[in-house]
């Protein structure tokens, strides 16, 4: 047998100069149908009436799924390497003690 039966195959992926620079989002709107998702990548800036879309993708409902996924992994590992990402706006969960009644005993 060949050892590629045992591993996954890589894929190669190229990339255009101009896509490699990428598209700054900071606000992301995602709409779907019966058959597609669509995920709206805009800009918003501080003092501007209204965000400007800067990418449109649309993907069929499994690969909607198969992005969550990667994005679920890649983030489990991001905070392994850099520590949990705080949400702005969101409060920090914390283990806080049960009280105690006074008498060595549970509340």
Known sequence: MEKNN???QQMQ???????A??????????THSSSEFILDFATMLPAMPKASVA???IMAPEHAVRL????Q???????AQFGKI??????????????SNGN????
Not at 68 to 71: D, M, N
Not at 86 to 99: L, Y
């Open 68 to 71: 969550l996924g990667a994005l």
């Open 13 to 19: 992926l190229e990339i255009q100069p101009d896509v």
């Open 104 to 107: 060595g005993g549970e509340a």
């Open 55 to 57: 990418t449109r993708v």
């Open 86 to 99: 705080q949400m702005p706006g969101m409060p920090v969960q914390r283990t806080i003690a049960p009280f």
């Open 21 to 30: 620079l990428g598209n700054y989002s900071n606000f992301a709107v995602i």
């Open 6 to 8: 045992n591993q996954q």
């Open 73 to 79: 992994e890649n983030i489990k590992r991001y905070e």
